[in-house]
């Protein structure tokens, strides 16, 4: 079976300085394996970004570093976010005789009856499943086909996948992978309050009255302050006798 081809070499760079790699294109990496010493590598950033599209984390790689070729698989790739630049690659070297476990992503295939004649909505609750097989026999994804979902409630669980001969589902087989749910339904939004006839005739006396207050001369006295008033003219009559 052929493989997708991965130029690699040997890294001498490592810790804080493989930033410089990556400021020149390149990707770096580690190849380790069962009974196998890791190795450090480095592979172009721009063809490890192409194989990696066409293989996913399913497909094997022919991984040429050290004038020989190890078949490998991309395990635990960590990227930058939100870019979703590549930072930091291991590959997994396999034994192409030795069953192997992976996560294999759910395709999700055709539009549910209940969909269709807006009854509900479909739910997607696995992505992916970990399974078992050898290297080769690896799928690069497990499909369903939702079209007879009709009604509320319906469902399919991983035991009822089509699973390709030779591999093995190790997720639990009672989980739901996809079904059909209730609409969401938005709430109405409440209207906003109207000012009754009272508030608005209250607002207005009370700014009539704040108005009177202003034009009778500024600051209001109070009796107390009036009286004093009253009362000083008397007083000065009483210094002239």
Do not use: W
Not at 144 to 160: C, H, K, P, Y
Not at 174 to 186: F, H, L, N, S, T
């Amino acid at each position: 079976m052929k493989h997708a081809v991965l130029k690699a070499d040997a890294r001498q760079v490592i810790g804080k300085n493989v930033k410089k790699l990556r400021r020149d294109g390149l990707l770096p990496a580690n190849v380790y394996g069962k009974d196998l010493s890791s190795l450090a590598i480095q592979v172009n950033l721009k063809e490890f970004q192409a194989v990696f599209k066409e293989v996913g984390e399913t497909g094997l790689i022919d991984l040429q570093v050290n004038n020989e070729t190890r078949p490998v698989l991309v395990k635990n790739l960590q990227l930058q976010y939100p870019s979703h630049m590549p930072l930091h690659a291991d590959f997994y070297q396999v034994n192409l005789k030795e069953k192997v476990k992976a996560m294999v992503p759910v395709e999700v295939t055709g539009e549910p009856k209940a969909v269709t004649d807006k009854i509900g909505i479909l739910l997607q609750q696995l992505s992916e499943v970990e399974v078992e097989a050898l290297p080769n026999e690896l799928p690069e994804n497990i499909t369903v086909d939702v079209t007879n979902l009709a009604a509320i409630g319906d469902q399919i669980t991983i035991e009822q996948l089509q699973i390709p001969q030779g591999v093995t589902v190790l997720t639990d087989p009672g989980q739901i992978v996809v079904k059909i749910d209730e609409p969401v339904q938005e709430e109405p939004e409440e209207p906003a309050p109207e000012e009754t006839a009272e508030g608005t005739e209250g607002e207005a006396a009370a700014e009539g009255a704040e108005g009177e207050t202003k034009e009778e001369g500024g600051e209001e006295k109070t009796e107390g302050e009036k009286g004093e008033k009253e009362e000083k003219p008397q007083e000065e009559k009483k210094e002239e006798k």
